[in-house]
């Protein structure tokens, strides 16, 4: 039998969310209030380490690719990432995650260079609340750009936005009214704290668990995960087109059926998105032969830790999400 990804609590990861640019345009106030931090671009992963990546990750089990940011479509090169992970033998998903800030010029390239699935962060629907939250006013521009993603022919379209106490914790009914009719999945993500953000978090944290009991008053039943789906828990409802997704991290048990892993723009693996370390994988991704690379992968696997540190408010190294898109 083929080695697989498998950590010493019996976890297979066939999911890896690949960044491939710590640089972002939008200052979300969770994420980047102060504008981006990362100011040298140069030794962000050529499309040939991708291409090698991908496939190293794949001859061990990888079935899902998400490419992530910072903002990915900063990259111009995004098409040509995007169709080198959707032809590497073995996986089978290729999805992105984006703020939208190119969704209407460059959607429908996307799709056609391979894109399966694609997440747009949209944290409010009344337009002065996301500029507030993210200092952008591309707010039509975004809902433009979703409803041409919404005749591309994906094979999901999801919404992410991230609970806040002051900001959109008060528009629940406005984003499932949003997906009454669309058949777009709508995903909650429970603020987390990262290194730069420990007052923000105090002030803002909202339980996804108090939203989960009051989609269950609402009518709305949990669906089961599908086979290298992400973290959320799934809702949906029958009067509904769309769904709805909670991503808990502060949950019980939230880590027991972890099943991806995390790769920076630099090319360093994070066994966590909250990790103490990072381990590089740069040296492996020089030549053709995927050896070297899934030999290390498979020796790294076991450092794993059984669970993320944020229940004692530890997050690792993560300054904050945009390092490595969450």
């Known amino acids: 039998m083929s080695a697989t990804l498998t950590d010493n609590f019996a976890r297979q990861f066939s999911y890896l969310r ?3 640019t710590e640089v972002c345009n939008f200052r979300c106030n969770y994420c980047l209030p102060d504008g981006n931090d990362c100011t ?17 990750f794949a001859e061990l089990g990888t079935r899902k690719i998400r490419i992530t940011g910072g903002e990915p479509s900063l990259r111009t090169d995004l098409c040509d990432i995007i169709r080198v992970c959707k032809n590497t033998p073995g ?12 969704l209407d010029k460059d959607v429908l390239r996307w799709r056609d260079a391979g894109l399966d699935t694609l997440n747009v962060s949209l944290d409010s ?11 952008s006013k591309k707010f039509d521009n975004i809902l433009r750009g979703l409803a041409l993603a919404e005749n591309a022919g994906f094979q999901q379209l999801k919404i992410n936005s991230v609970l806040m106490r002051e900001h959109n914790a008060n ?8 997906v009454k009719d669309r058949p777009i999945t709508l995903r909650f993500i429970e603020l987390m704290q990262t290194g730069k953000s420990a007052d923000f978090f105090a002030r803002q944290h909202v339980r996804a668990q108090d939203i989960k009991q009051q989609l269950l008053q609402q009518g709305w039943l949990p ?3 599908p086979e ?5 828990q799934e809702f949906m409802h029958p009067q509904y087109q769309g769904g709805i997704g909670l991503i ?6 939230f880590c027991d059926d972890c099943n991806r892993l995390r790769v920076s723009s630099q090319g360093d693996l994070f066994l966590c998105l909250f990790a103490e370390a990072h381990q590089s994988l740069r040296n492996a991704l020089q030549d053709d032969n995927t050896e070297a690379l899934k030999h290390r992968l498979t020796h790294l696997i076991q450092q794993k830790k059984q669970t993320h540190g944020l229940h004692e408010y530890n997050p690792g190294k993560t300054r904050h999400l945009a390092m490595i898109g969450g």
């Open 18 to 20: 690949l960044s491939i």
């Open 40 to 56: 040298d671009r140069s030794g962000e992963l050529r499309v040939d380490e991708i291409a090698r990546l991908a496939k190293g």
């Open 91 to 102: 996986i089978e998903t290729v999805s992105l995650t984006t703020n939208g800030y190119r």
């Open 125 to 135: 629907l009344d337009p002065l609340q996301f500029q507030l939250i993210t200092g």
């Open 171 to 178: 528009e629940l009914h406005r984003f499932t009214d949003f």
């Open 223 to 225: 669906v089961i995960r």
């Open 228 to 232: 290298h789906a992400g973290p959320a």
């Open 248 to 253: 808990m991290p502060y949950s019980k048990n």
